[in-house]
C-alpha cells in the first residue's frame, strides 16, 4: 500500500521541495528501503527521531518513547533551498548560534590537518589587552615525531612537557600581546582548520575576509589560542534527535477543549518545527496526505499569523467523518477563533480553505472518455474548479454555472437543456445559443462541440472549449 502513494507524492514533490515521514519503530526499516528506491538514497538527508515524551513509568518491558521522521529532498541539487535555517531550541543557551556568530578555535589536532608551522606577524589581534605565553624548546626528533605521528600526539606532548589542550598550537616563540596586539613575531606549530583564510586574513592587514557563510576574522585569546569568528546572519542548527516539541497526548487534551475528539494528533509544536525546516519560504505549498486531525493545517495557520507569511496548504483525509468532523472543524476553528470547553476565548489564527470532496470515481474513463455516469452536477463541479480554482456552489441546474470575475462559464452536457436541441444540446448551435441563459460579457463554453462560426464566436465574445478533451488535467 505504501508504495503507490509514496510513487505519486514524489510527483507532486517540486525540485526543491523536502518530504517528512513519519513513521513508528515497526515500520521504519522497511520504510526506509522503499524511500531510497523511490526518493534515491542520494536524496536522503537524514531520519530524525521524535522524543515522543508523554508517560513513561507505566512499566512496559521496553517503552518506546520515541518515533520516527524520515526526511528526503526531492533532489539534492537545490538541498539549501528545500532545508531551512533553523537554530534547533535545544541548542546551548551559552551558544554564539543564537547571537548570530560561530567562533570556533582553528588549531584541529588531527591527522586530517597534517602539523605545519605558522608565523603569527606583529599587529595579529588578540581580544585580551595583555597575554604572555612562554615558547617552547623542541629538538628536530619532535618535529619528525609529529610529522610520522601526522599530528601532535599526547604522547609526543607529555615526552615534551607540553599542555594536553588541544586548543593550543605549540608556540616555538614567546607570545606577547600588548594594548590588544601581538607584538613581535611567533611560529606556532599544529594542524589548522581554515588556514588559507587565515593567511589572507594576514595578506588583509586583519581586515574580515569574505567565506561562503559570511566575513570571517580571526583573534588570539586568552589561553593563547588563535580562533575565527564569523558573523552567520541566519545561523542554523539542526539536530537530529527533536526534543521539547509537545506531545500527543497534551494535543488530545487541547482538541478535546475545541470539542474534537481524534486519538493520535501529533503536537503542533513539532509540526511547527518541522515546518521551519521545511516550508522557510514564506509561500510554500504545503501538503499533508494523512491530515487526520490537521495539525498540519494549525501549524501552518500558526506560522503565517506570526511571520505574515502567505503559505497554502493541501490536506487529503480519506475518512469522510474525520475530513468534517475532526480535520475541517478544527481548521475552520483554529482560524476563526472560538470559545473552549473551559469558556476561553481563543483567538483566531486568519487564513481560509474550501473544503472539496474527491468523487468516489474517477471522471473519465482510461481512454480519457467522461464517464457516462457521470452527472451533470459532477462535471460541473470540476469545470467550475478548472476555469477558477474555486469550489462550485450552484444548483447546477442551468447551462449557465455562474460568473466568476466578469465571465460567464457555460455547461453544456447530459441533455442540461432537456433534450430540446441539436445534440441532446450538448453541442453550442446557434438555436442553443439562443436559448441558454444570456450574458453581457465574455463568455467561456464547455460542450461537445461547436457549430458557431469564428465571426460569430467573437462577436459573442465566446471561448469555446471542447469536451472532454480541454478538461485534461
Ligand atoms: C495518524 S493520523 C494523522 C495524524 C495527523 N498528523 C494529526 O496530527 O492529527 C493518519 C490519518 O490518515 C488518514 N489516512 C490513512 N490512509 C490515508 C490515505 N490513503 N489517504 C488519505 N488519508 C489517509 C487516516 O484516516 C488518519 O486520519
Known amino acids: 500500500m505504501m508504495y503507490p502513494r509514496l510513487v505519486l507524492l514524489r510527483q507532486f514533490l517540486r525540485e526543491d521541495g523536502v518530504i517528512f515521514i513519519s513513521i513508528d519503530d515497526v515500520a521504519n526499516s522497511l520504510l526506509k528501503l522503499l524511500c531510497d528506491e523511490i526518493f534515491g538514497s542520494k536524496n536522503f538527508i537524514t531520519t530524525l527521531i521524535w522524543n515522543t515524551e508523554g508517560n513513561t513509568d507505566n512499566q512496559y518491558e521496553i517503552k518506546v518513547n520515541h518515533e520516527y521522521v524520515l526526511m528526503y529532498v526531492k533532489n539534492t541539487k537545490f538541498?539549501?533551498?528545500?532545508?531551512?535555517?533553523?537554530?534547533?531550541?535545544?541548542?546551548?543557551?551559552?551558544?554564539?548560534?543564537w547571537r548570530g556568530v560561530a567562533d570556533n578555535n582553528i588549531n584541529k589536532n588531527n591527522p586530517a590537518n597534517p602539523p605545519a608551522i605558522f608565523t603569527i606577524p606583529i599587529g595579529f589581534p588578540s581580544k585580551e589587552e595583555v597575554v604572555f605565553y612562554k615558547g617552547k624548546n623542541v629538538d628536530q626528533a619532535f618535529f619528525d615525531a609529529t610529522k610520522r605521528a601526522g599530528l601532535v600526539s599526547d604522547d609526543i606532548k607529555s615526552a615534551y612537557g607540553i599542555e594536553k589542550l588541544s586548543g593550543l598550537p605549540v608556540k616555538l616563540d614567546d607570545l606577547i600581546v600588548e594594548?590588544?596586539?601581538?607584538?613581535?613575531?611567533?611560529?606556532v606549530y599544529g594542524g589548522f582548520a581554515n588556514?588559507?583564510?587565515?593567511?589572507?586574513?594576514?595578506?588583509?592587514?586583519?581586515?574580515?575576509?569574505?567565506?561562503?557563510?559570511?566575513?570571517?576574522?580571526?583573534?588570539i585569546n586568552a589561553n593563547a589560542a588563535i580562533r575565527y569568528r564569523r558573523i552567520v546572519e541566519t545561523p542554523s542548527n539542526i539536530l537530529s534527535v527533536l526534543r521539547g516539541f509537545g506531545t500527543t497526548e497534551r494535543m488530545r487534551g487541547e482538541l478535546r477543549r475545541m470539542g474534537i475528539h481524534f486519538d493520535?494528533?501529533?503536537?503542533?509544536?513539532?509540526?511547527?518545527?518541522?515546518?521551519?525546516?521545511?516550508?522557510e519560504n514564506e509561500s510554500s505549498l504545503i501538503l499533508d496526505s494523512f491530515a487526520g486531525s490537521g495539525t498540519t493545517a494549525h501549524a501552518i495557520l500558526k506560522q503565517n499569523s506570526e511571520d505574515g507569511g502567505d503559505r497554502r496548504f493541501i490536506l487529503v483525509e480519506m475518512n469522510e467523518g474525520i475530513s468534517k468532523e475532526v480535520t475541517e472543524a478544527r481548521v475552520r476553528l483554529v482560524s476563526e477563533g472560538y470559545i473552549d470547553s473551559k469558556g476561553g476565548k481563543i483567538k483566531g489564527l486568519g487564513g481560509g480553505y474550501q473544503f472539496c470532496t474527491l468523487s468516489a470515481e474517477p471522471l473519465f474513463t482510461p481512454?480519457?472518455?467522461?464517464?457516462?455516469d457521470v452527472t451533470f452536477l459532477q462535471l460541473a463541479e470540476f469545470v467550475w474548479f478548472a476555469e477558477t480554482g474555486t469550489g462550485y456552489c450552484g444548483m447546477a441546474d442551468s447551462p449557465l454555472l455562474g460568473e466568476h470575475e466578469g465571465r460567464a462559464i457555460y455547461l453544456l452536457y447530459n441533455g442540461i437543456l432537456k433534450d430540446k436541441s441539436a445534440g441532446g444540446g450538448n453541442v453550442l448551435?446557434?438555436?442553443?445559443?439562443?436559448?441558454?441563459p444570456p450574458f453581457d460579457g465574455p463568455k467561456t463554453i464547455y460542450a461537445a462541440a461547436c457549430r458557431l462560426g469564428a465571426p460569430r464566436l467573437q462577436?459573442?465574445?465566446?471561448?469555446?472549449?471542447?469536451t472532454p478533451y480541454a478538461l485534461e488535467v
Open 367 to 372: 481512454q480519457g472518455q467522461i464517464r457516462e
Open 79 to 97: 538541498k539549501s533551498e528545500a532545508i531551512g535555517r533553523v537554530v534547533d531550541p535545544n541548542t546551548r543557551e551559552d551558544s554564539n548560534l
Open 179 to 187: 594594548n590588544h596586539k601581538v607584538t613581535k613575531p611567533c611560529r
Open 264 to 279: 493520535y494528533p501529533k503536537p503542533v509544536e513539532l509540526i511547527s518545527y518541522l515546518l521551519k525546516i521545511g516550508a
Open 195 to 219: 588556514r588559507r583564510k587565515l593567511e589572507q586574513f594576514v595578506a588583509n592587514k586583519f581586515k574580515p575576509v569574505d567565506d561562503d557563510e559570511g566575513p570571517i576574522e580571526f583573534y
Open 429 to 436: 448551435t446557434g438555436a442553443v445559443f439562443n436559448i441558454i
Open 459 to 466: 462577436r459573442e465574445q465566446i471561448v469555446f472549449k471542447q
